[in-house]
């Protein structure tokens, strides 16, 4: 059974940088699209970046040149670097794996598997 785990989170102040990391178990990481969503309190998850197999990569537009999106096969890890942060920011982050290999996943609903989340918090 396919298992995610986020880690980093944290508070910091605008302007700071944190690196969250989710590493994956249970499954062939390396054929699969990796995302991060995230969820601020009294709205919906939202899409922030995805990773293909490849290392392609999208971006939302509010995070574009901020965030940045990256996967290590060796370690079964992907990462999500923030920079630049905003209070705007301020979510619980979900790092999720596509339902199927090599599929690239074109809503939040063809994602297969979550992480618990970990907690982003900006101060101004």
């Known amino acids: 059974q396919v298992q995610l785990v986020e880690s980093g989170g944290g508070l910091v102040q605008a302007g700071g940088s944190l690196r969250l990391s989710c590493a994956v178990s249970?499954?062939?990481?390396?054929?699969?699209?990796m995302g991060w969503f995230r969820q601020a309190p009294g709205k919906e998850r939202e899409f922030v970046a995805t990773?293909?197999?490849?290392?392609?990569?999208n971006y939302a537009d509010s995070v574009k040149g901020r965030f940045t999106i990256s996967r290590d096969g060796a370690k079964n890890t992907v990462y999500l670097q923030m920079n630049n942060l905003k209070p705007e920011d301020t979510a619980v982050y979900y790092c999720?794996?596509?339902?199927?290999?090599?599929?690239?996943?074109?809503?939040?609903?063809?994602?297969?598997?979550w992480g618990q989340g970990t907690q982003v918090t900006v101060s101004s």
């Open positions: 249970g499954r062939t990481f390396s054929n699969y699209a």
């Open positions: 990773i293909n197999w490849t290392g392609g990569s």
């Open positions: 999720a794996m596509s339902a199927g290999a090599f599929r690239r996943p074109s809503s939040l609903a063809d994602f297969g598997s």
